[in-house]
């Protein structure tokens, strides 16, 4: 392709050579560079590409897209934009034949909630018959392919190559988590989204490699509603009228409150082996009873979410009553079928605040037990681990200490801290199982009836990783070995 079609829909000024010159890729990272590639000079908070302009172009690249002025002595073509991301976002599009053009794209902003909602939209999807693939914290998702991602929103190269992929592949749609950053550093660019999902807003990522101050953090979650169709809001969140003030899109709202669009009322807890979950009914545009399969009254937010994206979609009542009932978020209180009559959940808790609130929602169900497998990372501030301690001993009637990424550090000591340093004040009750291997298996050959046992820490990872090794540990593979050893030995 020409570069100046990869060039068509930016404003840039060619400051030396020619613009009509064959490229075969648009490269972002110097190492990838060889014939006939443009490397596009990235400037992030840590990096700045224009350092390693002469490596790309030592290695081959015909041109170069640049915002400031450097001296570049190779014959090389050399284009200079205001903003080299948002050109790289451009680029791609064009290079992968504007992917996004022949798919139904929704994406999915908010402080929490991102990819619990993908999730939910997803099985809905799936239930309706319209494959879709999903891009965020747990991956690029097509069909049964995981592509692992550096960022909740990939750079847009990789979003734009991934749209490709799914088109590929047969997929009708896709669904995105837009982070703050991802808005911000223009990831998401070249995409005018069907469908832009407001979750909720609340006090995240301030510093100095993320935004200065909450104002600018808000500001980069309202960018999406300036370039999507359809709009759909959480019209209880306290700066709906901020966030929507200067959006582009038409607006349909959820919440519980009667100005909203679709009203969610009559929300109660259901628990029954293999199954935490809520109930809830609507009314407004659409008037429906759903059971979802995610515990918790956040849960509803993110329900009322994907249906009332659903319905501007005009999926089927059938298929969104079918996705939200048997929705699986990967590690995110996920429940695993299991033989007894307790439930078994994998959850990526891996600190005080994420343990406390699962451990709180899971309370409300009112186990038997609720039964708490935790371990704490090495390499890591030690009063992570004693808050988790501190925690687990509050609100579980047992935990069971084990194993969790200890790094360098050894096992036993990290438990130990978990022990002196939070649980023991606590009172509460503890068994110490090293292998993680074995501490699920003690959970689940100790299990009473209406217990509710969670596995926390490692939710969608799959590795344990100790010395410097990863060692693969997939806790779902780990819990059919237990199941099957156990109906051996029946």
């Not at 799936?126 to 991956?139: F, K, N, R, V, Y």
């Not at 009473?448 to 693969?472: F, N, R, S, T, W």
Request: hydrophobic share 40%; with cysteine.
């Amino acid at each position: 392709m020409l570069l100046t079609k990869l060039l068509q829909n930016l404003s840039y000024k060619t400051i030396k050579g020619n613009t009509d010159i064959e490229i075969s890729d648009v490269i972002y990272d110097s190492r990838k560079a060889e014939k006939n590639t443009v490397f596009v000079a990235l400037k992030g908070y840590n990096t700045d590409g224009h350092k390693f302009i002469s490596q790309a172009v030592e290695k081959g690249a015909s041109a170069v897209v640049i915002s400031d002025d450097v001296e570049i002595d190779s014959d090389v073509a050399v284009i200079k934009v205001d903003d080299t991301r948002k050109a790289l976002a451009y680029m791609s599009a064009i290079h992968f034949g504007e992917p996004s053009k022949e798919l139904t794209t929704i994406a999915i902003t908010g402080t929490k909630g991102k990819t619990t909602t993908v999730a939910m939209l997803k099985s809905i999807l799936d239930a309706e018959g319209i494959s879709a693939g999903t891009i965020g914290t747990l991956g690029i998702i097509i069909k049964d392919k995981i592509y692992k991602t550096n960022n909740t929103t990939p750079e847009s190269y990789e979003i734009q190559q991934a749209m490709r992929k799914m088109i590929d592949c047969g997929c009708k749609a896709m669904i995105i988590e837009a982070s703050s950053l991802g808005l911000k550093w223009h990831r998401t660019d070249a995409i005018y989204f069907d469908y832009g999902v407001f979750t909720n807003f609340s006090h995240d990522h301030i510093g100095e490699s993320e935004h200065k101050d909450l104002h600018e953090y808000l500001d980069c979650k309202s960018l999406l509603f300036k370039q999507c169709k359809y709009g759909i809001f959480n019209i209880d969140d306290a700066v709906f009228e901020e966030l929507t003030k200067n959006a582009a899109c038409t607006k349909t709202t959820f919440g519980f409150g009667e100005k909203a669009d679709i009203t969610a009322f009559g929300d109660k807890l259901i628990s029954k082996p293999g199954y935490i979950g809520v109930h809830f009914t609507t009314k407004g545009i659409k008037s429906m009873e759903v059971d979802v399969d995610i515990p918790g009254r956040f849960s509803v937010y993110n329900a009322l979410a994907a249906m009332t994206t659903a319905l501007e979609m005009g999926i089927s009542d059938k298929a969104i009553l079918k996705g939200l009932d048997t929705v699986k978020v990967k590690g995110r209180v996920e429940a695993v079928p299991v033989p007894g009559n307790y439930t078994l959940l994998i959850d990526y808790a891996h600190n005080a605040l994420s343990m406390e609130n699962i451990l709180e929602t899971l309370r409300e169900y009112n186990p038997n037990r609720l039964v708490v497998l935790f371990g704490a990372g090495g390499n890591r501030p030690k009063v992570r681990r004693y808050e988790m301690g501190e925690t687990a001993g509050r609100l579980a009637d047992l935990s069971v200490l084990t194993e969790d990424n200890s790094r360098d550090e050894d096992v036993m000591d990290i438990i130990n801290d978990i022990i002196e340093g939070g649980i023991k004040g606590t009172g509460g009750k503890y068994v110490v199982v090293p292998k993680r291997q074995d501490a699920i298996r003690y959970c689940m050959e100790n299990a009473e009836d209406g217990d509710i046992i969670v596995l926390a820490g490692k939710g969608h990872e799959d590795y344990l990783e100790i010395k410097g090794v990863k060692y693969h540990l997939d806790e779902r593979e780990v819990i059919a070995d237990i199941i099957e050893d156990m109906k051996n030995n029946i």
